[in-house]
């Protein structure tokens, strides 16, 4: 903002346009939360592309522009200079920049499509096809990432990669996941149910097959897969249950029937073999549900000591893993370690960053 001072509330942009219509995924969430957590210190403004997304969103000032699909992208920065902003925070690297007249934070969450480059289902087909070719290399990412003038991530896992690859010259600041706010934990000395609950999608580099076959030796268990899943995947899931094993597909459920799930199962599981952070490790831990995890850097990171590790391809590490964690004494343990490690992560302090980002581009 033209003659604004250090003291003055900056006015930030927020791309709020990877905003799920009827529920959150992980990118959709994050914005959103993040977006709510920095509106208390700087007026913000948010993208959106189609009204529906403002169900999913915070009750703040926004501007209705193209999808981030359309080809008029290219030219996006046309509109958003009209606005204003002291800064422009887009939760993904793939913002519009042609004649930009504001400072540009761009994000890369994660390196996973490089490794295990099949894109998400939701995708348009011509967009799948460019994905595929876009993460053969490195460099498509390098010249998206150098446009900005900052660019955030969600973890030092993913920031190392990144200086590995030296996939950017501009500075990279963690703008990290956090749980949401006012999560009651569960009481550590109650007697959890005998279940499992994995959250996420079941692409192939989520391993669920791994979970799935390790319910052979967890016959007195339920496994809840939580999400969205096409007959087809379900199909091919189904055929690989073990017999007497108990797996159910709730198919999607709502936050509350999550919360739910969460407060009275044993522990949150997840084998993938990939993340740029592992948001369900953190909402399950700031309800005092233990976890039981694939053996990751990012998932040590998150889980820190209180997370459960166990090689990402053995059922059967992954079966004992549960039947240690199901002994009371040891559950209460991990059950008050989760609440402790839950609360190293806060979406005010994602804020903080992000202001402090915007102070330094606005000096």
């Known amino acids: 903002m033209s003659g604004a001072t250090p003291t003055d509330r900056p006015?930030?942009?927020?791309?709020?346009?990877?905003?799920?219509?009827?529920?959150?995924?992980?990118?959709?969430?994050?914005?959103?939360?993040?977006?709510?957590?920095?509106?208390?210190y700087a007026d913000v403004t948010m993208l959106i592309h189609d009204e529906r997304q403002l169900a999913l969103l915070p009750n703040l000032p926004w501007v209705k522009i193209n999808s981030p699909l359309s080809p008029l992208e290219l030219f996006v920065a046309r509109k958003v200079n009209k606005l204003g902003a002291d800064l422009v925070f887009c939760p993904m690297q793939t913002m519009g920049n042609w004649g930009r007249k504001y400072p540009l934070v761009l994000?890369?969450?994660?390196?996973?499509y490089y490794e295990h480059p099949a894109p998400p289902?939701?995708?348009?087909?011509?967009?799948?096809?460019?994905?595929?070719?876009?993460?053969k290399a490195y460099w498509p990412q390098r010249v998206l990432l150098n446009r900005a003038n900052a660019v955030a991530t969600i973890s030092h896992t993913t920031l190392s990669l990144m200086?590995?690859?030296?996939?950017?010259?501009?500075?990279?600041?963690?703008?990290?996941?956090?749980?949401?706010?006012?999560?009651?934990?569960r009481d550590p000395a109650g007697q959890p149910e005998k279940s499992l609950t994995y959250m996420g999608s079941f692409m192939p580099y989520k391993n669920v097959e791994t979970l799935i076959l390790g319910m052979a030796d967890l016959p007195d268990f339920t496994l809840n897969l939580l999400s969205r899943i096409t007959p087809e995947r379900r199909a091919e899931l189904v055929s690989i249950v073990p017999t007497g094993a108990t797996v159910v597909f709730h198919n999607g459920v709502t936050d509350a029937q999550y919360d739910e799930l969460l407060l009275r199962t044993t522990a949150l599981v997840t084998l993938s073999k990939a993340e740029g952070y592992g948001l369900p490790l953190v909402e399950a831990m700031a309800l005092g549900t233990p976890v039981v995890?694939?053996?990751?850097?990012?998932?040590?990171?998150?889980?820190?000591?209180?997370?459960?590790?166990?090689?990402?391809?053995?059922?059967?590490?992954?079966?004992?893993?549960?039947?240690?964690?199901?002994?009371?004494?040891?559950?209460?343990?991990?059950?008050t370690a989760s609440v402790a490690q839950a609360a190293t992560f806060s979406w005010d302090a994602s804020a903080r960053e992000l202001l402090a980002i915007a102070q330094e581009l606005r000096g």
Do not use: C
């Not at 994000?107 to 996973?112: A, E, G, M, R, V």
């Not at 990012?298 to 992954?318: K, L, M, N, T």
């Open 11 to 40: 006015k930030i942009v927020m791309d709020a346009r990877f905003t799920r219509m009827d529920h959150h995924d992980g990118i959709s969430r994050y914005g959103a939360s993040l977006m709510a957590a920095v509106a208390p």
């Open 107 to 112: 994000t890369l969450h994660d390196l996973i």
């Open 121 to 135: 289902g939701f995708l348009p087909a011509p967009v799948r096809v460019l994905w595929r070719l876009y993460h």
């Open 293 to 335: 995890v694939a053996d990751t850097a990012i998932f040590r990171e998150v889980g820190g000591a209180a997370a459960h590790y166990v090689p990402a391809d053995s059922p059967s590490d992954f079966a004992a893993a549960v039947r240690a964690l199901a002994a009371p004494a040891a559950w209460t343990e991990s059950s």
């Open 163 to 185: 200086r590995k690859h030296k996939l950017t010259k501009r500075p990279i600041r963690i703008i990290g996941n956090a749980p949401q706010g006012d999560r009651t934990p």
